[in-house]
T-cell receptor, first 112, second 112 residues
Framework: DAKTTQPPSMDCAEGRAANLPCNHSTISGNEYVYWYRQIHSQGPQYIIHGLKNNETNEMASLIITEDRKSSTLILPHATLRDTAVYYCIVRGGNSGYSTLTFGKGTMLLVSP | GAVVSQHPSWVICKSGTSVKIECRSLDFQATTMFWYRQFPKQSLMLMATSNEGSKATYEQGVEKDKFLINHASLTLSTLTVTSAHPEDSSFYIC????????FGPGTRLTVT
């Protein structure tokens, strides 16, 4: 699976949008971009995933560039409970399982 | 959404003893489950892939005789840490596959 690069930390004010970038320049055509987050001392929580089109769900939006070499996770109105480590992971196609490789992620700190 | 539970949430055991951690998929059947380990301030590291009714597949460097995995049913996988030592103290997290990985809340193991 392709490797990802994320900034180690980011700050965001409560109520503002949090935009978390991820570079995955070696992504191949059948690989998906997944985002998980881990709140302190809890298991990771699935947020969203996409292949090439932008995706939105009740938690977040995922914007993938046209060349698919980078993506941005957007939390539209960050709250204090969104403080967590956010992991951007690239993994193989949806047919059958393939393992997740967790990098160091981005520590997002949402402040009042 | 799919729910994965772990039991116990935390455990303290003495060096040399064995401890079993359970991972259950509560509202779905999971042919494949995964076990991860996370040391303080580090990312998750995959230990093994557990398939129902067959032997687990261990990642390189993980001792299969020390970390026994049993996936006897479609909703239960267990991890037994045998002859635990203080260096086995860690946060153990399982996940279950249902199109993508749903994670449990984790088990904090402390070996004294």
């Amino acid at each position: 699976d392709a490797k990802t690069t994320q900034p180690p930390s980011m700050d965001c004010a409560e109520g503002r949008a949090a935009n978390l970038p991820c570079n995955h320049s070696t992504i191949s055509g059948n690989e998906y971009v997944y985002w998980y987050r881990q709140i302190h001392s809890q298991g990771p929580q699935y947020i969203i995933h996409g292949l090439k089109n932008n995706e939105t769900n009740e938690m977040a939006s995922l914007i993938i560039t046209e060349d698919r070499k980078s993506s941005t996770l957007i939390l539209p109105h960050a709250t204090l409970r969104d403080t967590a480590v956010y992991y951007c992971i690239v993994r193989g196609g949806n047919s059958g399982y393939s393992t997740l490789t967790f990098g160091k992620g981005t520590m997002l700190l949402v402040s009042p | 959404g799919a729910v994965v539970s772990q039991h116990p949430s935390w455990v303290i055991c003495k060096s040399g003893t064995s401890v079993k951690i359970e991972c259950r998929s509560l509202d779905f059947q999971a042919t494949t489950m995964f076990w991860y380990r996370q040391f303080p301030k580090q990312s998750l590291m995959l230990m093994a892939t557990s398939n129902e009714g067959s032997k687990a597949t261990y990642e390189q460097g993980v001792e299969k005789d020390k970390f026994l995995i049993n996936h006897a049913s479609l909703t239960l996988s267990t991890l037994t840490v045998t002859s635990a030592h203080p260096e086995d103290s860690s946060f153990y997290i399982c996940s279950a596959w249902l199109g993508f990985e749903y994670f449990g809340p984790g088990t904090r193991l402390t070996v004294t």
